[in-house]
């Protein structure tokens, strides 16, 4: 259905910031749940932050007051602002839209180290 395209990762130092952006095409965000996962290495893929169609959020215990997630509908692009970054927020970080059964992207690589 949506194609989703991240960017925006990079290597950062500790306290350092990004902002991912996901592109959505070939479907829109405005009746959709959209949210960002992240996948260390041999770890689970975990939620970071869920935003539904209402505009109500959600954030891991982790990153709640550092990460915030928010949409441009108009441009069918979900952000995530990542402040105070934290070598455990080092993963890859999927943009999903539409839930468990939806549509993810392909991940864009987030490090954290000095």
């Known amino acids: 259905q949506v194609h989703l395209v991240e960017s925006g990762g990079d290597l950062v130092q500790p306290g350092g910031s990004l902002r991912l952006s996901c592109v959505a095409s070939?479907?829109?965000?405005?009746?959709?749940?959209v949210a960002w996962y992240r996948q260390a290495p041999g770890k689970q893929r975990e939620l970071v932050a869920h935003?539904?169609?209402?505009?109500?959020?959600n954030y891991a215990d982790s990153v709640k007051g550092r990460f915030t997630i928010s949409r441009d509908n108009a441009k069918n692009t979900v952000y995530l602002q990542m402040n105070s970054l934290k070598p455990e927020d080092t993963g890859v970080y999927y943009c999903?839209?539409?839930?468990?059964?939806?549509?993810w992207g392909q991940g864009t690589q987030v490090t954290v180290s000095s």
């Open positions: 999903n839209v539409g839930g468990q059964w939806g549509d």
């Open positions: 070939g479907g829109t965000l405005v009746d959709n749940n």
């Open positions: 935003l539904d169609f209402r505009s109500v959020t």
